[in-house]
């Protein structure tokens, strides 16, 4: 699963996309900041959670 961060009106807001489709986003009352990377890879296997930068984890 990717996760875009986005700023949305100056807060940071998240795009779930699954595949090549956004399945939904996500509002934070938390500031948006440039230094934020563009997106997050999110993985949950049931035991293990692992989130990461695409370039963490070569995508």
């Keep these: 699963m990717i996760r875009d961060l986005v700023n949305s009106d ?3 807001s998240y795009d779930f ?3 090549n489709e956004l399945v939904a ?4 009352p938390y500031p948006y900041d440039n230094s934020y990377p ?6 949950d296997s049931g035991n293990r959670q692992i989130i990461a930068t695409p370039s963490e984890i070569n995508i």
Excluded: A, P, R
């Design 10 to 12: 100056g807060k940071l």
């Design 17 to 19: 996309i699954q595949g």
């Design 25 to 28: 986003t996500f509002d934070s």
């Design 38 to 43: 563009k997106s997050l890879v999110v993985y």
